[in-house]
């Protein structure tokens, strides 16, 4: 497994923009797939994002597709996540979550990942 560590979060007013950043300890990260989930107040933990051990293949939920991206550096075990255009809905607590295994799509996205950070908390407020 690997150890994950978030940072970027914090506040933004509606229509701005941040950029998420999850670091990665240990060997092989290349070997994982890598990917963003976040849970807002009184509701389940939802995937958000996610890409191929590569990067070459991204995974997006449709509410934030257009708006967000993930990208990773496997040279600097890190990956990112670029938040665009947020609303006030993209208020929640974001965590970097990784896994060999890709995301599978069955009309919504699957994934249980190994690897968890512990959080960081994106508000979106005026």
């Known amino acids: 497994q690997v150890q994950l560590s978030e940072s970027g979060g914090g506040l933004v007013q509606p229509g701005g923009s941040l950029r998420l950043s999850c670091a990665a300890s240990?060997?092989?990260?290349?070997?994982?797939?890598m990917g963003w989930f976040r849970q807002a107040p009184g509701k389940e933990r939802e995937f958000v994002s996610g890409?191929?051990?590569?990067?070459?293949?991204?995974y997006y939920i449709e509410s934030v597709k257009g708006r967000f991206a993930i990208s990773r550096d496997n040279a600097k075990n890190m990956v990112y996540l670029q938040m665009n255009r947020l609303k006030p809905e993209d208020t929640a607590v974001y965590y970097c979550?990784?896994?060999?295994?890709?995301?599978?799509?069955?009309?919504?996205?699957?994934?249980?990942?190994?690897?968890w950070g512990q959080g960081t908390q994106v508000t979106v407020s005026s």
């Open positions: 240990g060997s092989a990260f290349s070997s994982y797939a």
């Open positions: 890409c191929s051990w590569s990067g070459g293949v991204q």
């Open positions: 979550a990784a896994d060999p295994r890709l995301p599978s799509y069955n009309g919504s996205y699957y994934w249980e990942p190994k690897s």
